[in-house]
Structure formats: C-alpha cells, structure tokens
C-alpha cells in the first residue's frame, strides 16, 4: 500500500522560507514521478513542481520558478520542496504526489494517482 506523509508546513512571514518534506513508502521510489501540489480555497489544484527520481528531471510551474526547489533523498524515499522568498499567494494547502507515468504531463494533478494527507502553508503579508 502506497503511502505519502508530507510534513513542514507552518505561518511564515512574506519573503521567508520553508521546507516540506515527503516520505513515500510502499512504492519503488527510485523509478516515480513525484510532485508537489497546492490548493487554495475555491481554487483548483495546481501543480507546483515535479521531478522524476529515476533521473532527476525537474518541472516548476510559472508561479514558483526562481523561488521553490524540488529535490530527493532515494536513500530515505523522501521528497523535498525548499520554498523561499514566499509570498502571500503561496499561501494554500500543500500535497504530495506519486504517479509511476504522467503521460508527457508532468505538473498535471489528473496524472498522478497517489496522494498525501496535505501539509498548510500559510504566508501573512
């Protein structure tokens, strides 16, 4: 059974940091698309970043580039998302995700089919 236990979230003043992280079990960690996702009340899902941990390959979305790094620890099946220079529009619930395929669609919410419990950012201007 495949779990996903993100944690790290927490208040933090605009234009500071935050690290989340993600421990995967149950799944072959080292051949997964994994992805951090965020959903902000009455908004959709959004894929926030991605990476494949077979390769390494990364994906941000457009908000984000320049200011959160994606990055794994294969050794501990755990993913990671260093959020900085926060700004109050990040504010949202953040998840993780795992998907073994995301069919050339790598920030897409509807490609990945293993989920976590969510983990709050929430950033006060």
């Known amino acids: 059974q495949v779990q996903l236990v993100e944690s790290g979230g927490g208040s933090v003043q605009a234009g500071g940091s935050l690290r989340l992280s993600c421990t995967a079990s149950g799944v072959t960690y080292s051949s997964y698309w994994m992805g951090w996702f965020r959903q902000a009340p009455g908004k959709e899902r959004e894929g926030v970043a991605s990476i494949y941990t077979g390769g390494g390959f990364t994906y941000y979305g457009d908000s984000v580039k320049g200011r959160f790094t994606i990055s794994q620890d294969n050794s501990k099946n755990t993913l990671y998302l260093q959020m900085s220079s926060l700004k109050p529009e990040d504010t949202a619930m953040y998840y993780c995700?795992?998907?073994?395929?995301?069919?050339?669609?790598?920030?897409?919410?509807?490609?990945?089919?293993?989920w976590g419990q969510g983990t709050q950012v929430t950033v006060s201007s």
């Open positions: 995700a795992a998907s073994k395929f995301v069919n050339g669609r790598p920030l897409a919410a509807a490609e990945f089919y293993f």
